[in-house]
């Protein structure tokens, strides 16, 4: 029975680094994918587990306190059990909403993994929704539900009870809802030059153009969008790399933003 070991700092600046790369290159994911799936645990655990890209060879269970909570299924039948839920995926006729809460809810009770489930779900997630919906690539569920864990923990135990995927299903419909709502609220804002850049700095994007920039803000005009990314010059949040219609920028290590 494996039990999950306490975090340390240089651990959690490990997930973090790792969470970030992932995230800046979901489209070299296909949902659909077991080599995918594999692959994006691989660089999601690197340096943090062993056996990273592998599914799990030994028993588990999600321990709480003293008690057991949830005893995964015997490791001889993860293999089957992923392809079948990947099948799911690829011939299902539901809606993606539908789709991507069944499939995070039956990956954590397949437990594929020794650690990093809990993460591998909510980034498959996000994959399945942003392949229709490409606004989800900037709703990550990883953020969404460390807000109150809690709730998504008391979800997955639920659904594990009543063996049916109901009311996870329900708990997830409403953070995408509620998630959804305060992106609409923010984007109904009369946004100011420092609001723009603080939320654009927020989405970690690596590097980009004028374009990427004014495809997150598409009510200014590219003279906006210039003034926007000058200001963010002299603020050091990004680098300037290239000149004229070649110019890109790059985010650099500071990123606080202030008046």
């Not at 290159?25 to 655990?45: R, V």
């Not at 998630?179 to 723009?196: A, G, H, Y």
Request: charge should be positive.
């Amino acid at each position: 029975m494996k039990r999950k070991w306490l975090s340390d700092p240089t651990k959690d600046v490990l997930e973090v680094l790792n969470a970030i790369e992932i995230y800046e290159n979901l489209n070299q994911l296909n949902p659909n994918s077991e080599k995918s799936f594999l692959k994006a645990h691989q660089n999601l655990m690197k340096s943090l587990l062993g056996d990273v890209g592998k599914y799990r060879k030994q028993s588990v269970g999600v321990v709480k306190g003293s008690k057991v909570k949830h005893l995964a299924p015997p490791f001889e039948n993860v293999p089957f059990l992923m392809k079948h839920l990947l099948e799911y995926l690829k011939t299902s006729k539901e809606i993606e909403l539908i789709k991507s809460c069944v499939f995070h809810y039956e990956m954590e009770f397949i437990h594929p993994f020794l650690d990093g489930n809990g993460r591998m779900g909510r980034l498959w997630q996000t994959l399945i929704l942003m392949q229709k919906y490409p606004l989800f690539e900037f709703l990550p569920f990883e953020t969404l539900i460390s807000n109150d864990q809690d709730k998504y923990y008391k979800a997955l135990d639920q659904s594990n009870k009543s063996g049916r995927s109901t009311k996870f299903i329900e708990y997830m419909l409403n953070v995408i809802d509620v998630s959804m709502n305060k992106l609409l609220d923010f984007n109904n804002r009369t946004l100011i030059e420092i609001d723009r850049l603080e939320y654009f700095v927020s989405l970690n994007k690596s590097e980009f153009s004028r374009k990427d920039y004014m495809d997150i803000f598409k009510d200014i005009s590219s003279s906006t969008a210039s003034r926007d990314l000058k200001r963010g010059l002299e603020l050091n949040l990004f680098e300037k790399i290239g000149e004229k219609n070649k110019t890109t920028y790059r985010i650099s290590g500071h990123n606080s933003v202030q008046n």
